[in-house]
């Protein structure tokens, strides 16, 4: 059965960065995007970007671009996200999420548990 | 950005409600829309796909429709696992921006 298993919880300083790690089991890896969502406290669902585990190749939000880095390691069907220069708006639970694509678009059917970010001096 | 509007922000129903939330997309989107609801503590759930095609598993009592700019997710007879919060995804072009969010509470 496919799985998207995150890494844990993180306390972090303002000013500093995080990386957070999804290992995927149960499906070929290289097949499908990756794609990380986020969600702040009392906030709703945000996309920061997606991975193409098959070319390396990424995409991200203008929100994000300079400050997060999605790679994945495909010999241990594992995606990072790393998010750099903190602040205490970038609290969140991040997500992974698989992406499918399909005749209209793509959807995310799969999601890591979730990996809870706070950001505090 | 295509910013997608949700209605409304929340909603009291009772089990065996049939309920209707809107999503309204900024810019045409073809079908390019899905449904999610996301508990507490939870990952979120993938409800629908392509504006209306339902993912394997969720129950037929969750049904999507719409076209363009305006989508609707139905749930015909709520029962009490369906209170959660629902939202919208477009996947017309990147970023892919979600609806605000519904919040459905018990009445």
């Known amino acids: 059965q496919v799985q998207l298993v995150q890494s844990g919880a993180e306390v972090k300083k303002p000013g500093a960065s995080v990386k957070v790690s999804c290992k995927a089991s149960g499906y070929t890896f290289t097949g499908y995007y990756m794609h990380w969502v986020r969600q702040a406290p009392g906030q709703g669902l945000e996309w920061m970007g997606r991975i193409n585990p098959n070319s390396g190749g990424t995409d991200y939000a203008q929100k994000f671009q300079g400050r997060v880095t999605v790679t994945t390691d495909t010999s241990i069907s594992t995606t990072y996200m790393e998010l750099n220069r903190l602040t205490s708006d970038d609290t969140a639970v991040y997500y992974c999420?698989?992406?499918?694509?399909?005749?209209?678009?793509?959807?995310?059917?799969?999601w890591g548990q979730g990996t809870l970010v706070t950001v505090s001096s | 950005d295509i910013q997608m509007t949700q209605s409304p922000s929340s909603l009291s129903a009772s089990v065996g409600d049939r309920v209707t939330i809107t999503c309204r997309a900024g810019q045409t989107i073809n079908r390019y829309l899905n449904w999610y609801q996301h508990k507490p503590g939870k990952a979120p759930k993938l409800l629908i796909y392509?504006?209306?095609s339902l993912q394997s598993g969720v129950p037929s009592t969750f049904s999507g429709s719409g076209s363009g700019t305006d989508f609707t997710l139905t749930i015909s007879s709520l029962q009490p696992e369906d209170f959660a919060t629902y939202y919208c995804?477009?996947?017309?072009?990147?970023?892919?921006?979600f609806g605000q969010g519904t919040k459905l509470e018990i009445k």
């Open positions: 995804q477009q996947t017309y072009s990147t970023p892919f921006t």
């Open positions: 392509a504006a209306s």
């Open positions: 999420a698989r992406g499918v694509y399909g005749d209209f678009g793509t959807y995310f059917d799969y």
